[in-house]
């Protein structure tokens, strides 16, 4: 059985002129050898542009895709220097510990689990300092020696699966409402309140809102990463992956659609709410439902993860790899905090005693 499963297909980027392996240059956008520098063009297919996915059958290809599609712990045999390397069942690309080649396992990137896209990284590596510096701006909380005593962790690119749904939502909701209005009637102030049922018809339509299909990240860092500019999704092709780490969903469709359309929900009843309370001084939900009708496309989307350890403690932080957005905890000095708010707190009592002083002044 060992021997059959070291048997797993695997492809692999190597420069045609002195073997070295390529990886995916994301400023170049093409594949470019790390020891004599070769550069080869990815063929797009197309503008890579959002037209590409009109009129895209988005259930065509993963309707029937399970996570049982890709074997547990699956044994694969590095082209280069013959190892065997075990990856975990969620992980499609990898770097071959003992020889560092780029590694695609394409049976898990293939067939019912072929992703519709790719929205390839933007941002390089050595971007990120930067990116983190804009992060820490105006961060006046963090510890004094946080800079100087704070270590950073590998920092890993990898390519994260997600559903990306379009939908769209019809029905119904009712509300109570009411207004009020106050006037003075002799020595008497009366208020005059008027109660109405309302409904409102309700059609609206999302595009392109992404969930994410992998259990190795929590759903609210995922979320935070966003936007991503569906704009830049590539007809998937294994070159993109070439130097980083990609997984494939282990959450499918039907699975986590749910989420999606909760999102959608929350979005239509706030907006739906808003538009009901106009001329309204309260309106307040009492029915109605709205239908959902998605469908979905698979992708991969850039990121970057990392961890940066300060005293006894590690933070995790995640950078969109298109836009560079960071997203992560940091750790608060008490002693400033305590500081920082009780100044505040005394610049806001000085602001009002100024202004009880001037209007003092002012009335006499």
């Not at 013959?82 to 695609?104: H, S």
């Not at 983190?132 to 006046?140: E, L």
Request: aromatic share 10%; charged share 25%.
């Amino acid at each position: 059985m060992a021997d059959k499963q070291a048997q797993k297909p695997i492809a692999e980027q190597k420069c045609g002129n002195c073997g070295g392996a390529m990886k995916f240059d994301p400023k170049k956008g093409k594949l470019v050898c790390e020891y004599c520098g070769t550069e080869i063009d990815i063929p797009s297919g197309g503008s890579g542009t959002q037209t590409e996915f009109e009129g895209f059958d988005f259930n065509s290809l993963n309707d029937q895709a399970t996570v049982e599609d890709a074997a547990a712990l699956p044994v694969y045999n590095c082209v280069s220097c013959g190892a065997e390397v075990i990856a975990p069942p969620e992980q499609a690309a990898l770097t071959c510990p003992y020889c560092g080649n780029n590694i695609v396992l394409t049976d898990k990137v293939s067939g019912k689990l072929r992703p519709d896209g790719v929205i390839p990284f933007r941002i390089t590596a050595k971007e990120l300092p930067d990116a983190m510096t804009r992060y820490y701006k105006d961060k006046v909380l963090l510890p004094r020696r946080f800079f100087s005593e704070s270590t950073t962790g590998k920092v890993t690119g990898v390519y994260v699966p997600f559903w990306v749904f379009n939908g769209k939502l019809s029905g119904v909701l009712s509300y109570n409402a009411q207004r009020s209005h106050t006037y003075t009637q002799g020595d008497y102030d009366v208020t005059d309140t008027k109660y109405y049922r309302l409904e409102r018809d309700v059609s609206m339509s999302f595009e392109d809102l992404p969930v994410d299909a992998g259990g190795k990240f929590s759903d609210a860092l995922m979320d935070s990463l966003e936007p991503f500019d569906m704009r830049e999704a590539k007809p998937f092709d294994m070159r993109y992956l070439a130097g980083f780490t990609a997984d494939r969903f282990d959450q499918p469709k039907d699975d986590i659609a749910s989420r999606a359309v909760r999102r959608m929900r929350s979005t239509a009843e706030a907006v739906a709410k808003k538009q009901a309370s106009s001329g309204y001084d309260t309106a307040t939900r009492s029915g109605g439902s709205l239908r959902a009708d998605i469908t979905a496309k698979y992708l991969l989307l850039p990121v970057y993860m990392f961890d940066i350890a300060h005293g006894k403690e590690t933070y995790h932080f995640a950078v969109n790899g298109q836009t560079g957005k960071v997203v992560g905890t940091l750790p608060i000095d008490k002693d400033v905090s305590r500081r920082y708010f009780g100044l505040r707190m005394l610049a806001g009592a000085a602001a009002v005693i100024a202004f009880s002083v001037v209007k003092y002044l002012l009335g006499r």
